[in-house]
Structures are given as structure tokens and as C-alpha cells.
């Protein structure tokens, strides 16, 4: 259990997504079986037991803590697992290496006499610190111990086993072990991300192991002993697999010139969320799931859209939420995803639904080495069979040359998309004679997005950034004139951390760093007046109303464009632009 | 006799009037025992100054030449007569030289305990355990969630990561008297010998414990190495330059920071550390609370830190307690010294 609340303990505080694997694939090359199996299954989130409410902890510990300290701690943190995790009354302090008396090494320089009632060490002393009788014979506590006590247990029995395993471990060890029993286990790691570790053991890619994964259970130790090579590869009995999906590059407006219209087909791109939805039959009984682009099994949180799925088949599709014959735009979807129950109340305040763009599988058939212009048939009357209006087709965009699409492109209501024109992200090519490739093959399918909206704004604030940017202001605040209380004033419209050179940030570091009017811990506020600051050209992706902000609205996928060195800040964009953008957007206008 | 008349707290800090001197003052005074030479402690411009040999010299490395009128080195235990009280210092177990400082007088000893520790530590005199009437005690790490551990454990983190990432410079934050010593001395313990790199604030005082027989083993000046040179390796710098330009010569460092606040989570996170150190040279809860049991004192006066919850402790031990406001004690934990 300690080592493995070392692991999570590192990856809650490694940034970067490499390191993370690395010390995950470390962590299973190093660990025995079972041990490791049930630490992916835990990172993975393929753990099922009773979860314990935050209730019991805070009974456990007021038991054991005088009320004031308490009290003063959890203040002092404002975290119940952490709180408790240290405060917890050490039964077994493992004897350290160095000592916790105050009686080792002796004899360094500087010491002198002492005289009689000068005690070096006290008995006393050397008592508090490092007797304990539960010393000896403490056997280290695992996590596989751990998670097959937990998936037995009884609820009356658990608060005094949980009391007895936060008594046998460490700091560490209590607040991953708190952190299991209570269900919150988020050290910044995907379940995709785990599978690649694992996959990393041998010569495996993460794909591999994805699409084995639906049939294996913890601790997988047949998943472990074939990617060492000790045993051949499991067989996979999942009849609803996720198949890898097929990507697309971005297309230049250059580009064009170099393709021939005639070879292709267009369909709009949808701003919600890439998905394979996958129904079987099995034992005649029916298994439908929806898994993310990376193959994360999402079906938990969409059993709407699950109940829909009832023709063995796979679907290449979008996921959006509609409402009232309507797709709405991406960030009325943000807000069912950001939830972690799904209540009634969300399925029928955000109905999910699936836009279809392709055909993987139907019934038992395999479409992926058919052309894009045989699936898209077989698509039609699949959904057309299907007859759920959760689930309908994303339909083609006609053209005959580049003009005509450029035009649908710019103005996708009268293109067809009508009142769905804004969660249109922009325009998918795709080649009406390739097959359905995995990956992002280059040539085959393109994806032409709607021209970025962009601004020019002004630098107010920046934060260092994470992991190699820890040294550079990097994340940057910006705004734009508006009318206050006493004439214009700047209000902050989005936040940036990407979109500029390595030598441009290199740039703006130095200007962040001589040019810092105020510190807030890690975060300096830059100067911004009429005639001193530095612009940003910010471009971004859509733009929407919000009430948590002060503007009054929120930016999608801001990215600094240009440094505009040569532009004084009393020029930059006003709010009022901004506000105008937004009722073009909602017109489905906007380019 | 009461305590109060032996010593008081004055704008300067705190102070025996009977004796004419201050201890640890904040601002200039005729005369000054200093515990140990932490920046909070110890600063420059007082007319005497009287503490060990290795506080005034690392006094001296800091400040200047003339940093007091004039000094005085005191040995531990050794009694001094200070008009009509006595005076003794003894080691603290904080950093080299640190001391506590023992007052008496009319039959009443006082022990000012300035910083200090109850855990080994390579670099310094062992904490000596001082029996008497009123103890002073810090507070830094004085809530029941602070529980340094092992630094053992620690170090062995810190070499499992060099393990994992051979390619990754680790560059470890730690303050530049005594931690990046005892930090050193433990990485040495553990069995590490390849050499350790210095970022040039570490330089001078590191050679100092070194002059004064504290074997550190291979050390070497970040200064003029090149970035493949510092793949693999470990360099000791001053917290805040973790977050300073000067980090860009390292290849993908992984920041480490060494201190008994990498407890706290949120602390590590705000900071941008990756691999917190939990090591410190201030006792923890448990080490304060056994210390102040263990001196038989039965009145207890909390300087810098969480006084709140060490007064309820002795409340509920039944010793009198009270907070003492010294402005500007415990700004070296909290800021770091920075800068080359
Ligand atoms: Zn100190
Ligand atoms: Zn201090």
C-alpha cells in the first residue's frame, strides 16, 4: 500500500502527461502480481466496492483528537482526507533510518560541557519519540489486502477496519488509503493513460490494450504475463469493442488548389464531441456502449443515449445535446459533462444525442474496408432502421467546387445547417474512394474550420506556468476597454497559454518580469495603462455569454495569435465588439 | 521572583533588563545573544554580539566584516555573568551553531530555545535537553498535521526519481544555511556519492560547514557546467530560484523542495514543486509537544508560528501558557533568501 501511495502521491504532483506514464510504467515493472493489477484497476477506475462517506472519517478522528486541534487543522488546510491523513495518532512508527531520538551522532564540532541538569538526550524524550509496542510484527499492509477486504466487508464492520489500516500506515500511505475508500482518487491520470502504461510493459500500443480491455478483469494478471512475453494474448470476448477511430488533418486554404473537388464528399463538423457509439447481442442478451475518441468507456453518464441503441451495429458519430429539434453549441454540453451523477433532472434538461457521420460495423459485418461512399449508403439506412430520434445523420453539404463550399462555410444556415448553424465548427472533406483508416492518415480526410474570431486585447495578468514552463510567465490574462465607473477601464475577457512561439514567450517573459506592477503569489499583474502594456492578438474559436465573468461572456479555445509590439494598448478592442460577435454568432454568421 | 522581571519583550524582541542584552533582537541594541544565524535571528548593526563561534562567523559570511561593534564567542555550557545573571548556551539542533540560551537569576532559569530540533542531524551539535522554570519555545510547525517523518524516506524518494528520470536534471530547494548542508550530509548517508551540484548562494556557506570538519563529499558550482553535464545530477539552490530564469540551463528539471511545509499540499502545488521534500529543521508537533513536557517547565511562552494550538496544549496539560508577538521572527522559512 505504501508504494503504491507513493505512486499517487507523485503523479497528483507531476504536471507532464510523459512523466506520468514513466513513473506508472516504473510502478508496474516493479511491483508483483497481484499487487499491480489492482493498482491499474484503481487507476483505471475498475474498482466496484461500497464506497465510505467523508461522515465516517470525520467520526473516526474526532474519536481520536481533541476537538480545538481538530478544528485548527482542518482550518488550516481545508482538506477533511489530508487533515485527517496527518493528524491520525501514529500507533506504528516505523523505525526511520535515521533516528528520531535525539541521542545519534554525536561528537560534532562546537560541542561543549553541560552541566548536571543538563540532560543529553532525556529519557523522556527518547520515549515520546520511538518506543511503540506495535513496532514489531506489523506486516505491510497491501493494497490487494485493501481492495479484497473492502469488496467483502460488511458496512458495520468497516470503521473499525478502516481505523486499523489508517493505524498501520504513513502520512502517504492514510491519505491514499482515505482517498480509495472515499472514491476520490484523482491524481490527474486517465484510465487511456494507465492502459498505456501498462501497454509500455512490452511492445504493446495502448491500442492494443484497449481493445482487449473490455474483456479482462483485475487484477489482469493474463494482460501482464502477455505483454512480458510469459503467455500468448488474452482473447477478447467483448462483442462491442471500440474500434480506433479515423482522424483528420487541417486543411490550409492553400491547400484546395492541389485537390480536385469531384473526389470528394463535405459534411459539417459539429462542436460537441467525437464518439463511438457500439451495439451486440451476447447471450441474447443486449450490450450497448458509447466510448470516447480515446476509447474511454462513457456509457455511465449518457444511459439516454445508451437506451437508444439497440441495432448491433457501430456508429462513427458526434455527441451534442438537443433540445426542442435543436443541436445546441458546445458549452451547453460542458455543463452535462462537468456533472458526476446523473439525475433526472440533467437527462431532461440536457437530452443527449448522437449525429451520425459514419458506419463502422453493421451487425456482424465489418464497413471499415469499404469506400467512404459505400459506408455512407449503408449509414443512411442503418439509421433510417435504427428510427430513434436521439440518433440521426449528419448530412452531406452539397458543392460542385471550392467557391460553393467556402460559401457554405461562411454561412452554414443557408447551407443547409439552418438552426444549427452555431455548434458548426466548420467543414469535414473526406475521400469518397478510402477506406475507414485508424490514425491520421494524410490525404484522406480534411477538416476545414470556420475562420478563428479574433481580437485585439490587452495583457493584464500572468501566472508561471507548469512542468517545463515553471520558469516562464506563461498563462496570460488579458482584456479589453469598457466603460467603468470613472471612463475606461480594462476588463479581464479570457485566459491564454498557448498559440505563441518559444521564442515569443521567451519575449513576453522578459517584458512580464520588468513591467510586474503587483505579486499575487504566482501571479503578476502587468502593467496595462493607454500608453503602456502590450497587446494580443488573440484569436479563438467561438464566444458566448456567461455570468460567471465580468465581461459577461467567455471565449472557446483563446490562443495568442500575434504579438502586437506595435500597437499602444488604447487601441485595442473594446467590449462592445465583443458583444456584437456574440449576436453574430447566434445568428450563425460569424467569420 | 517572577519571570517577568528576569525577561520581557520590548520592541526590540526579547530582552533582560538586569543584564542589559536582548535576545534574537529585531532591531539594533546595545547588546545582543543571538541563537542561531538565521536571517530572522540574527541581523547585523548590533553594538555586541555574543553567540557560538560558528553563529558569528556565518554572521560574518553574511553581513559583512563589520556586521556588530564587537563580538564575543561562547561555548556551549560554558556560564557567563552577565551583571548578576547567568547565562548559558546549548546546542539546539537547528543548524550549525544554533543554540538555546539559558537565563537565570534569584534561583529562576528561562530558556529561550530560539529554533531548534529533536532528530539527528548530521551538520549540527545534537538538541540538548535544558530542565527549567519558564521555556520559550517556537511554534513554526506547531499544529498536530505536521508530522516530519522520516528524511530518510525523504532522501529515498528523491534518489527512486533520479532512478526513474536518469536524463532529468533534479534540482532541490532548500534554504542555504543549514538545509542544503543537512541535506547533502543525508544524501551522503544514504550512500549517493556522485557529486552535487551548488547554485552559487549555497557556495560559501557550504565551504564554511566544510572548514569546520563536516565531510560533504564531492561538490561542485552549477556556474560554468553545461546542460548535459547536469543530466542525471542534483543540484542544491535557494527555493525561489526553482521558478527563475536561472532554472532554464537545467535539462527538464524536476523540482524538489525540501522543508517541513511540503506537508501541505496546496503549498507544494502553489509552488510548482513536483517532488516535495519533507524535511525540516524545526521540531514537529510531536517533537515540540514532547520537548516542552520534557524541560519541566511550567510555564510555557510561543513565539513565532501556530501559537494557538500549542497554548490549547499546554492549556490542557495543565501549564500556564501564552503567545509572545515578536514581529519579523519566521520570515526566512516563509520567503526563502533568494538570489545569487
Ligand atoms: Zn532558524
Ligand atoms: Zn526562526
Redesign the pocket.
Known amino acids: 500500500m505504501n508504494r503504491f501511495a507513493e505512486l499517487l502521491d507523485r503523479l497528483a504532483y507531476e504536471p507532464a502527461r510523459n512523466n506520468k506514464l514513466r513513473l506508472m510504467t516504473d510502478y508496474l515493472r516493479s511491483t508483483a502480481d497481484p499487487e499491480r493489477g489492482w493498482a491499474l484497476a484503481a487507476l483505471t477506475g475498475s474498482l466496484s466496492f461500497q464506497h465510505a462517506k467523508p461522515g465516517l472519517i470525520r467520526q473516526l478522528i474526532a474519536e481520536r483528537t481533541d476537538p480545538v486541534l481538530f478544528e485548527l487543522s482542518y482550518d488550516y488546510l481545508g482538506d477533511l482526507s489530508e487533515t485527517v491523513a496527518l493528524m491520525w495518532p501514529a500507533q506504528h512508527s516505523p523505525l526511520p533510518s535515521e533516528g528520531r531520538s535525539a541521542s545519534r551522532d554525536g561528537g560534532k564540532p562546537g560541542e561543549g560541557g553541560h552541566d548536571g541538569e543538563v540532560g543529553n538526550p532525556s529519557p523522556d524524550l527518547a520515549d515520546a519519540r520511538s518506543t511503540s509496542p506495535s513496532v514489531v510484527d506489523v506486516q505491510e499492509l497491501t493494497l490487494t489486502s485493501v481492495v479484497e477486504t473492502l469488496t467483502t466487508l460488511g458496512k458495520a464492520q468497516l470503521p473499525q477496519q478502516l481505523a486499523r489500516w489508517l493505524d498501520s500506515l504513513d502520512e502517504t500511505g492514510r491519505w491514499a488509503l482515505i482517498k480509495l475508500v472515499t472514491g476520490g482518487l484523482r491524481v490527474g491520470v486517465s484510465a487511456r493513460l494507465a492502459k498505456t502504461a501498462v501497454a509500455a510493459l512490452g511492445t504493446a500500443d495502448a491500442q492494443e490494450v484497449e481493445l482487449l480491455w473490455p474483456g479482462l478483469v483485475p487484477p489482469y494478471v493474463n494482460l501482464f504475463a502477455w505483454l512480458e512475453g510469459r503467455a500468448g494474448r488474452p482473447t477478447n470476448a467483448d462483442p462491442a469493442p471500440f474500434r480506433p477511430p479515423m482522424l483528420a488533418h487541417a486543411l490550409d486554404d492553400s491547400d484546395l488548389a492541389t485537390l480536385d473537388p469531384a473526389d470528394f464528399l463535405a459534411e459539417w463538423k459539429w462542436d460537441g464531441i467525437r464518439v463511438q457509439a457500439v451495439a451486440a447481442a451476447r447471450d441474447g442478451r443486449q450490450i450497448a456502449r458509447l466510448y470516447s475518441r480515446t476509447g474511454e468507456d462513457i456509457s455511465a453518464s449518457f444511459p439516454d443515449l445508451i437506451d437508444a441503441l439497440h441495432l448491433p451495429g457501430a456508429i462513427d458519430g458526434e455527441l451534442l445535446i438537443r433540445r426542442a429539434g435543436r443541436v445546441q453549441p458546445f458549452n451547453v454540453l460542458q455543463q452535462r459533462l462537468n456533472r458526476k451523477t446523473v439525475t433526472p433532472k440533467l437527462l431532461s434538461e440536457f437530452p443527449a444525442h448522437l449525429r451520425a457521420y459514419d458506419l463502422l460495423a453493421d451487425g456482424d459485418q465489418d464497413l471499415r474496408g469499404l469506400a467512404f461512399a459505400e459506408r455512407r449508403p449503408r449509414l443512411e439506412d442503418f439509421v433510417a432502421r435504427l428510427g430513434e430520434e436521439r440518433v440521426d445523420l449528419s448530412p452531406l453539404v452539397a458543392f460542385a467546387n471550392w467557391q460553393d463550399l467556402a460559401a457554405a462555410r461562411a454561412d452554414p444556415t443557408a447551407a443547409g445547417a439552418g438552426a444549427d448553424a452555431p455548434a458548426v465548427e466548420g467543414l469535414m472533406l473526406k475521400r469518397r474512394e478510402t477506406q475507414y483508416l485508424p490514425g491520421r492518415p494524410k490525404g484522406p480526410w480534411w477538416k476545414w474550420k470556420r475562420n478563428p474570431l479574433i481580437i485585439d486585447a490587452v495583457l493584464m495578468y500572468a501566472q508561471r506556468g507548469h512542468g517545463k514552463r515553471s520558469s516562464y510567465y506563461s498563462d496570460y490574462t488579458f482584456g479589453v476597454w469598457a466603460q467603468g465607473d470613472s471612463g475606461d477601464e480594462l476588463v479581464p475577457v479570457g485566459k491564454a497559454y498557448f498559440g505563441f512561439t518559444d521564442e515569443e514567450l521567451v519575449q513576453i517573459d522578459r517584458y512580464v518580469r520588468r513591467n510586474t506592477t503587483e505579486r499575487f503569489g504566482p501571479v503578476r499583474e502587468v502593467v496595462h495603462k493607454p500608453d503602456q502594456g502590450l497587446v494580443l492578438e488573440v484569436a479563438f474559436e467561438g464566444l458566448q455569454h456567461s455570468t460567471r465573468h465580468k465581461s459577461g461572456l467567455a471565449m472557446r479555445f483563446p490562443r495568442i495569435n500575434r504579438l502586437r509590439w506595435d500597437k499602444p494598448p488604447a487601441e485595442a478592442d473594446r467590449l462592445e465588439r465583443l458583444q456584437s460577435m456574440i449576436a453574430q454568432i447566434e445568428r450563425g454568421l460569424a467569420t | 521572583m517572577r519571570p517577568e522581571n528576569i525577561l520581557a519583550l520590548t520592541l526590540a524582541g526579547i530582552c533582560c533588563k538586569r543584564g542589559s542584552f536582548h535576545i534574537d533582537p529585531t532591531r539594533p541594541v546595545e547588546r545582543a545573544l543571538i541563537t542561531h544565524a538565521?536571517s530572522?535571528?540574527a541581523r547585523a548593526g548590533h553594538g555586541a554580539v555574543l553567540a557560538t563561534q560558528e553563529t558569528l562567523d556565518l554572521m560574518r559570511l553574511r553581513y559583512g566584516e563589520n556586521f556588530a561593534g564587537s563580538t564575543q564567542a561562547v561555548r556551549y555550557g560554558e556560564a557567563l555573568a552577565l551583571d548578576g545573571v547567568t547565562v548559558t548556551f546549548h546546542p539546539a539542533g537547528h543548524v550549525l551553531g544554533s543554540a538555546q540560551i539559558a537565563v537565570e537569576a534569584d534561583g529562576l532559569r528561562i530558556v529561550a530555545s530560539?529554533?531548534y530540533k529533536n532528530v539527528a542531524d548530521p551538520t549540527c551539535a545534537p538538541f540538548a535537553l535544558v530542565r527549567c522554570d519558564v521555556f520559550i519555545t517556537?511554534a513554526?510547525f506547531a499544529l498536530p498535521v505536521f508530522r516530519h517523518g522520516d528524511p530518510g524516506g525523504e532522501i529515498a524518494k528523491l534518489l527512486h526519481s533520479l532512478a526513474v528520470f536518469p536524463e532529468r536534471a533534479h534540482l532541490v530547494g532548500a534554504y542555504s544555511l543549514g538545509k542544503a548542508q543537512r541535506l547533502i550530509a543525508l544524501l551522503r548517508q544514504s550512500g549517493y556519492t556522485n557529486p552535487i551540484y551548488l547554485h552559487g548562494a549555497m557556495e560559501s556557506i557550504t565551504r564554511y560547514y566544510e572548514s569546520r570538519g563536516i565531510a560533504l563529499g564531492a561538490l561542485r558550482a552549477v556556474r560554468g557546467a553545461d546542460k548535459a553535464e547536469l543530466a542525471g545530477t542534483i543540484t542544491i539552490c535557494p527555493p525561489s530560484a526553482l521558478n527563475e530564469p536561472w532554472a532554464r540551463r537545467f535539462p527538464d528539471p524536476v523540482n524538489a523542495f525540501a522543508s517541513g511545509w511540503m506537508r501541505v499540499r496546496a503549498r507544494a502545488r502553489q509552488q510548482g514543486v513536483a517532488l516535495p521534500l519533507v524535511i525540516s529543521d524545526h521540531a514537529d508537533w510531536d517533537g515540540l509537544t514532547a520537548t516542552v513536557a520534557a524541560t519541566g517547565a511550567n510555564e510555557i511562552w510561543v513565539t513565532?508560528g501556530q501559537e494557538d494550538a500549542l497554548v490549547h496544549w499546554c492549556g490542557t496539560r495543565g501549564l500556564k501558557a501564552c503567545p509572545l508577538d515578536i514581529a519579523g521572527?519566521?520570515e526566512?522559512?516563509d520567503n526563502g533568501e533568494a538570489t545569487e
Open positions: 538565521h530572522d535571528h530560539g529554533d517556537e513554526t513565532h521572527y519566521g526566512e522559512e
